[in-house]
Each structure stands twice: as structure tokens, then as C-alpha cells.
């Protein structure tokens, strides 16, 4: 009898130890990307999307930057940073691919000194806090 509940206890205890590790760490990260329309973002989106552990990504045309949620117990920032570079897009970390880039649309061929990860807010914008 002692065995039996002694098994049972050290299984229950097995199962919650393997379900608590196996959790989701959702996180989420903003990074710059080059492009220059709306067939990049295209492409931009979907390279990224395509990572097993990405829930979403969306990428600012705008500001040259890319909003990217996923789940860090299966995929890495360097991971997405890779599969958007390979598709032919300069990030903030990764360079293009220069083959994948030269097989990118011509409105796609993106100025590789432009600004990325462009802010919204002035850094003297003080709207936030007073004195």
C-alpha cells in the first residue's frame, strides 16, 4: 500500500514538474527593419511569421520597424532577425542576404543607409512627466 501511494505521489509530482516547464514564455520585441512598401511588408511579415513560435509580427513601414511577438521556449530574436535577413531586408542586427536582395522587386530595393526603428516621440517631448 505504502508503494502504491508513494508511486502515485512521485507520478503527480513528474506530471506538474514536466506540465510547469512546457509553459509558453510569450515575448514580445521591437526591432528595425529596411523596406519600402507594401510588398515588403509583405515579405517582411511573413519571413518572420514563418518561425515555429512567432504568434505575430507587423512590421511599420513608416518607421522602419518591426513589432513581433513570440514564444521564447521555441524560437530566439536571432532566429527572426536571420529568417527576415535571408528573405532580403537589412534588420538592426542582421544584414540582408545580398543574393535574396537582388531578387527583390525594384520597389523593394531599399536605400541601405536608411534610418530604422524610427521613434514617434521627440526626445524633448517631456508631455509625459512635469517639473
Given at each position: 500500500?505504502?508503494?502504491?501511494i508513494?508511486?502515485?505521489?512521485?507520478?503527480?509530482?513528474?506530471?506538474?514538474?514536466?506540465?510547469?516547464?512546457?509553459?509558453?514564455?510569450?515575448?514580445?520585441?521591437?526591432?528595425?527593419?529596411?523596406?519600402?512598401?507594401?510588398?515588403?511588408?509583405?515579405?517582411?511579415?511573413?519571413?518572420?511569421?514563418?518561425?515555429?513560435?512567432?504568434?505575430?509580427?507587423?512590421?511599420?513601414?513608416?518607421?522602419?520597424?518591426?513589432?513581433?511577438?513570440?514564444?521564447?521556449?521555441?524560437?530566439?530574436?536571432?532566429?527572426?532577425?536571420?529568417a527576415?535577413?535571408?528573405?532580403?531586408?537589412?534588420?538592426?542586427?542582421?544584414?540582408?542576404?545580398?543574393?535574396?536582395?537582388?531578387?527583390?522587386?525594384?520597389?523593394?530595393?531599399?536605400?541601405?543607409?536608411?534610418?530604422?526603428?524610427?521613434?514617434?516621440?521627440?526626445?524633448?517631448?517631456h508631455?509625459?512627466?512635469?517639473?
Amino acid at each position: 500500500m505504502k508503494k502504491t501511494i508513494l508511486t502515485t505521489i512521485v507520478l503527480i509530482l513528474t506530471v506538474t514538474v514536466n506540465f510547469a516547464q512546457s509553459k509558453s514564455v510569450e515575448t514580445e520585441a521591437t526591432f528595425g527593419v529596411r523596406g519600402n512598401c507594401g510588398m515588403c511588408k509583405s515579405t517582411i511579415e511573413k519571413a518572420a511569421n514563418s518561425i515555429d513560435g512567432v504568434s505575430s509580427a507587423t512590421w511599420d513601414k513608416e518607421n522602419k520597424k518591426i513589432d513581433v511577438s513570440f514564444d521564447a521556449t521555441k524560437t530566439s530574436l536571432d532566429k527572426i532577425h536571420n529568417a527576415i535577413a535571408a528573405s532580403g531586408y537589412d534588420t538592426d542586427k542582421v544584414k540582408a542576404d545580398g543574393k535574396a536582395y537582388n531578387n527583390l522587386a525594384g520597389c523593394c530595393q531599399y536605400d541601405k543607409e536608411m534610418k530604422m526603428n524610427i521613434s514617434t516621440k521627440k526626445k524633448d517631448d517631456h508631455s509625459g512627466h512635469k517639473h
